[in-house]
């Protein structure tokens, strides 16, 4: 990789927009802050781009306030893409191998992985990114590396991850639209692995929860490879809703209730704790237990949605490493202990790590995944995405279709 390379993650949530670019110094390993920002944003809703056009004025508005910041222009970001229409399909390929003396080429990994890819989608439906979970060599199974190996019959596993077009569009357009290109697209819980997870984490099996403000993406990870992941639309912005309907309040005096006051768990108590409506003299009454009620119905929902997509896949309560909770909604009190309790499984709450100088917060896990992912890509001398098809990869492929 280039000396001074700069690379910039761009997350774009039903909460904000966050920023953030590195740049990377003598060692390529250890990438530095060079600027981050949040702001705000108009027209998603959970995790969804559904107006073009104030999406694009947001970015636009922000990159502006960021390059004046940090002194340098972003031509390129790693975008996310988030929403519940993300979905995962596995399938297998298989082929003769070329090679007269039966060693595997590059070629037949190629060949086996579009044999893979060769299945009908609905006309509104489009994978992104295709990941091999293991070969198969003569009936062999467990091969990670093929290439070089010798046999008859190859084959691939993989896993097809995708979302509905028509919302992929609104997302490339917002971005394009703001005057940057887009590097790459990461589907929202992926990135955030890429910041979270250790190598020995996904080796025995683990479960990776980024609760968000719109959204909580879930990502299931064994013996090293994605197994499964999937995105709820519930977030910690709607224990916020709640909150207002409950209290009968402002959304602006709800947050402040939740960060001020809230927990997974409350104790017994009579007491009832006073605050000022913003704007509004009179004080507001309300008990921690109706308080707490609140805030324990929507984790519990949360937490019965990725216990749910567990059983699916048989690994409720049968993960090692346990799940390992991020994202901006981990910040209430005890939901470290509340999670024990509702998933039955080992659980803490961890934050991003790679790039020196970053802040320790949750928060910040998904946009430091997408920077990571652009410097993997970097180093890889992958092609970058100019608003037309995904070039076929090393190792890992995606395909997008405008």
Known sequence: MRRNTLITGVDIGTGGIKILAV???????????????????????????????????????????????????????????????????????????????????????????????????????????????????????????????????????????????????????????????????????????????TPRQKELGVALLDIGAGTSGLAVFEEGDLIHTTIFPVGSAHITNDIAVGLKTDIDTAERIKIEFGSCLWKASKKKEKIKKIGKKEPLMFSQKMLGNIIEARMSEIFDLTNKELKKISRQGKLPSGVVLTGGGVKLPRIVEFAKKELKLPCQIEYPSGIIGLEKDPALSLVSGLVLRGIDLEEDSLPSFQGGFFSKFKKVFRIFIP
């Open 23 to 197: 740049t990377i110094g003598e060692k390529e390993s250890d990438p530095e802050v060079l600027g981050i920002t949040q702001a705000p944003v108009l027209g998603v809703r959970k995790g969804t781009v559904i107006n073009v056009e104030e999406v694009s004025n947001s970015l636009r508005s922000a990159l502006e306030e960021f390059q004046d910041v940090v002194g340098q222009k972003i031509d390129s970001a790693v975008i996310n893409l988030s929403g519940s229409h993300i979905f995962v399909t596995p399938s297998k390929g298989v082929v003769v191998v070329s090679r007269a003396d039966k060693e595997i080429s590059q070629e037949d990994i190629e060949r086996v992985m579009q044999a893979a890819q060769t299945f009908s989608l609905p006309s509104n439906k489009e994978i992104l990114e295709v990941l091999p979970k293991e070969f198969i060599i003569d009936g062999e199974k467990g091969i990670k590396e093929p290439l070089g190996l010798q046999g008859v019959r190859l084959e691939v596993e993989i896993l097809a991850l995708g979302g509905f077009s028509p919302y992929i569009k609104n997302l490339t357009k917002a971005v394009l639209n703001s005057g940057i290109q887009i590097s790459d697209i990461a589907i929202s819980p992926l990135a955030s692995s890429r910041s979270i997870l």
